[in-house]
C-alpha cells in the first residue's frame, strides 16, 4: 500500500542525502518530510483519491492543492515547520514543470529534490514482480534519462554512485521490517 511506500521513499532519502554529505539534523527533517509528504491528501476527497479514471480538469486542481494544505498543517507545528517546505515542494520539477509554484533549480528546497529522485526510483522499481537487481538497474536508467528535466542533475550525479544492489538490499529490509510489524499488530489484536 500506499504507507510502504512513504516507509520506502523515507529510507531511501535519507540513503541519498547521506550520500550528499547533508547534516544529520537536515536528514531528520527530510524523513519527516517525505514520511509526511501527502498529508494533504487528508483535505482531498475521497472519492477523487480513490477514482480510477483520468481527474477532469476541476479534478486535477483540486488533487493538485495537496502540497498547499500538507504545507499549511505542517508549518504550524513547530517541530514540523522545516519539513513543511518539503511537503510544499514535492510536486516541483526542476525544470519548472511542476506545481504548485512551478519553481526551478535551486529555489526547490533540497528536500524536496532528494525526494523527487527517491520517489521516482520507488515508482519505478516496484514495477517488477521480484525486486530483483536489474529492476533497480532500470530504474536507474531511466533517473539518469530525468537528469536536468524533472531531476536535479548535481543529485543525480551522486545518486548514480549508489550501487543498484544496495537499494534492492533496502527494500528488502523494508519490507520485511513491514511484515514482522504486521505481525505484532495483528497479535496484539488477539
Same mark, same amino acid.
Given at each position: 500500500?500506499?504507507?510502504?511506500?512513504?516507509?520506502?521513499?523515507?529510507?531511501?532519502?535519507?540513503?541519498?542525502?547521506?550520500?550528499?554529505?547533508?547534516?544529520?539534523?537536515?536528514?531528520?527533517?527530510?524523513?519527516?518530510? %517525505?514520511?509526511?509528504?501527502?498529508?494533504?491528501?487528508?483535505?482531498?476527497?475521497?472519492?477523487?483519491?480513490?477514482?480510477?479514471?483520468?481527474?477532469?480538469?476541476?479534478?486535477?486542481?483540486?488533487?493538485?492543492?495537496?502540497?498547499?494544505?500538507?504545507?499549511?498543517?505542517?508549518?504550524?507545528?513547530?517541530?514540523?515547520?522545516?519539513?513543511?517546505?518539503?511537503?510544499?515542494?514535492?510536486?516541483?520539477?526542476?525544470?519548472? &514543470?511542476?506545481?504548485?509554484?512551478?519553481? &526551478?533549480?535551486?529555489?526547490?528546497?533540497?528536500?524536496?529534490?532528494?525526494?523527487?529522485?527517491?520517489?521516482?526510483?520507488? %515508482?519505478?522499481?516496484?514495477?517488477?514482480?521480484?525486486?530483483?537487481?536489474?529492476?533497480?538497474?532500470?530504474?536507474?536508467?531511466?533517473?539518469?534519462?530525468?537528469?536536468?528535466?524533472?531531476?536535479?542533475?548535481?543529485?543525480?550525479?551522486?545518486?548514480?554512485?549508489?550501487?543498484?544492489?544496495?537499494?534492492?538490499?533496502?527494500?528488502?529490509?523494508?519490507?520485511?521490517?513491514?511484515?514482522?510489524?504486521?505481525?505484532?499488530?495483528?497479535?496484539?489484536?488477539?
Amino acid at each position: 500500500g500506499s504507507d510502504g511506500h512513504s516507509l520506502r521513499v523515507t529510507v531511501f532519502a535519507a540513503r541519498l542525502a547521506r550520500q550528499l554529505g547533508m547534516s544529520e539534523a537536515g536528514i531528520k527533517t527530510i524523513e519527516r518530510g %517525505v514520511l509526511l509528504h501527502d498529508i494533504g491528501k487528508i483535505g482531498v476527497p475521497d472519492e477523487l483519491l480513490r477514482k480510477q479514471d483520468d481527474l477532469t480538469l476541476q479534478e486535477s486542481l483540486l488533487m493538485q492543492k495537496h502540497p498547499e494544505i500538507g504545507y499549511r498543517i505542517l508549518s504550524s507545528i513547530k517541530f514540523l515547520k522545516e519539513a513543511a517546505r518539503l511537503v510544499l515542494h514535492h510536486h516541483e520539477q526542476y525544470d519548472g &514543470n511542476g506545481y504548485p509554484q512551478r519553481l &526551478n533549480g535551486d529555489a526547490i528546497d533540497p528536500g524536496a529534490r532528494i525526494f523527487a529522485i527517491v520517489d521516482a526510483l520507488d %515508482v519505478l522499481s516496484s514495477g517488477c514482480a521480484i525486486q530483483s537487481t536489474a529492476g533497480f538497474e532500470t530504474a536507474i536508467r531511466k533517473i539518469e534519462a530525468m537528469s536536468g528535466a524533472q531531476l536535479d542533475p548535481a543529485y543525480v550525479h551522486e545518486f548514480l554512485k549508489i550501487p543498484a544492489d544496495e537499494w534492492r538490499a533496502a527494500r528488502q529490509e523494508i519490507s520485511t521490517t513491514a511484515k514482522r510489524a504486521d505481525i505484532l499488530r495483528k497479535a496484539s489484536r488477539q
